[in-house]
C-alpha cells in the first residue's frame, strides 16, 4: 500500500479535522509533536497593484498566444526602462510601422488595463528634451508588472 507523507500548517484540531475528513471517519487522534515545528514558507497575500499586474499580465501574454504578440512586446520594452520609455523606442518594439498605427496597440493594452480593474490612467506622457516622448507607467504599478510578466515568460 502507497505512502503518503505531508505537513499541515494547522492546529491540533484542526488538523483532525482534516485526516478524519479525508479518511471518511471521525476516529482519528492527533500525534503528539515530536519536535518543535518550524517555520515555513508561506505565500503572502497579493496586494490589489499585483493582482491587477497579473491579470493584466494574463490578457496581454493571451492575446500574444493568439498571434498578436505586439503588446507583449510593448510591455517587456517598457518594463526593461523600468517603467519610462521613449515613444519611439516602443513603437519600434511594437512592430508597427508608425505612432498612428502603434495607437492601436496602446489602446488594446489600456483596454486590458482596465479589463484587469486599474483606473485608465495607468501611464503619462512626459516631453523629452529632444522632442519626442516619454511614456511612463504610474509608479506602483511597475514593480508588480515586472513579476507579472516575469512569472508569465
Known sequence: MPTITFTLDCTPEQAVAVLAMLSGSQTVQPAE?????????????????QKVAMEFARFVRSAADSGYASQEKVMKKWIEAD???????????????????????????????????????????????????????????????????????
Not at 509533536?33 to 514558507?41: L, Q
Open 33 to 49: 509533536p515530536t519536535a518543535v515545528p518550524t517555520p515555513t514558507a508561506s505565500i503572502k497575500p497579493a496586494t490589489e497593484m
Open 83 to 153: 517603467g519610462t520609455a521613449r515613444w519611439s523606442d516602443l513603437i519600434e518594439a511594437s512592430g508597427v510601422k508608425d505612432r498612428q498605427a502603434y495607437s492601436g496597440v496602446a489602446g488594446s493594452l489600456s483596454k486590458n488595463m482596465r479589463k484587469a480593474r486599474f483606473a485608465d490612467k495607468w501611464y503619462r506622457y512626459e516631453k523629452a528634451s529632444d522632442g519626442d516622448w516619454n511614456l511612463v507607467i504610474v509608479a506602483e504599478l511597475v514593480e508588480p508588472l515586472k513579476q507579472a510578466f516575469a512569472q508569465l515568460s
